[in-house]
């Protein structure tokens, strides 16, 4: 079964309106959790490092007001992607390694529409 | 910061035929995984590698690190429509065990 999951796999929302993204740890704790978002036909971008109880470290070029990262237990991060545009259409995927099994697993990935 | 090319970029290989992706670094590799994605869902993890030569299988995937650490391939062998799919390989960064440098892609198509 997964190991990682995310909620929701698929969301829709209005131009302006916020969503939040979450990725959980099911089995394991994870201190540190990412976040990429993958464009169509193209490869994972790293969007950000999801750090438990403390800020997230941003890759450059990723608005940290445009998407905020949460990580308030060792199991669960959340994206929250603010004021959304249809630009931020994409493809939200995050992963957290497991590093007694030298593993990273990867969440399902969740699609956001913004209309 | 690390760059990762992967070749091909797509590759249509008959059902049963062999099959090689590369992936090259410009740096030294830390750790090198490789997964497996249908577009638009989660990645499938394949295989990790870290020492300089090791090689790893299973079922019919095998990865290999050159000794430099600086190249990877998987090889398919007697390929399946079941193995169709965008392969990824994934670097791992300096100092960060779980932060990935992901590769461009490479997309298999197996015919009948």
């Known amino acids: 079964g997964a190991v990682v999951s995310q909620h929701p796999s698929w969301v829709i929302c209005k131009s302006g309106t916020s969503v939040k993204i979450e990725c959980r740890s099911l089995?394991?704790?994870?201190?540190?959790m990412f976040w990429y978002r993958q464009f169509p036909k193209q490869s994972l971008m790293l969007m950000a490092t999801?750090?438990?109880?403390?800020?997230?470290?941003?890759e450059q070029g990723v608005e940290k007001d445009k998407f905020l990262i949460n990580h308030a237990s060792l199991t669960l991060s959340t994206l929250t992607v603010t004021s959304a545009h249809p630009e931020d259409s994409s493809f939200y995927i995050c992963?957290?390694?497991?590093?007694?099994?030298?593993?990273?697993?990867f969440g399902e990935g969740s699609w956001l529409t913004v209309v | 910061s690390q760059e990762l090319e992967q070749s091909p970029q797509s590759l249509i290989v008959q059902e049963g035929k062999n099959l090689t992706i590369n992936c090259t670094s410009s740096?030294?590799?830390?750790?090198l995984y490789w997964y497996k994605q249908k577009y638009g869902e989660g990645l499938i993890f394949l295989m990790m590698l870290q020492k300089g030569g090791e090689e790893k299988s299973h079922e019919k995937i095998t990865a290999k690190l050159d000794e430099k650490k600086q190249q990877s391939s998987l090889h398919i062998t007697a390929s399946q429509p079941s193995h169709a799919g965008i392969y990824l390989c994934?670097?791992?960064?300096?100092?960060?065990?779980?932060?990935?440098?992901f590769g461009t892609g490479t997309r298999l198509q197996v015919t009948l």
């Open positions: 992963s957290a390694g497991r590093l007694s099994e030298n593993t990273i697993y």
């Open positions: 740096k030294t590799l830390y750790g």
């Open positions: 999801s750090n438990e109880g403390s800020k997230a470290t941003y």
């Open positions: 089995d394991f704790q994870a201190t540190t």
């Open positions: 994934g670097a791992v960064r300096t100092g960060t065990a779980s932060k990935l440098t």
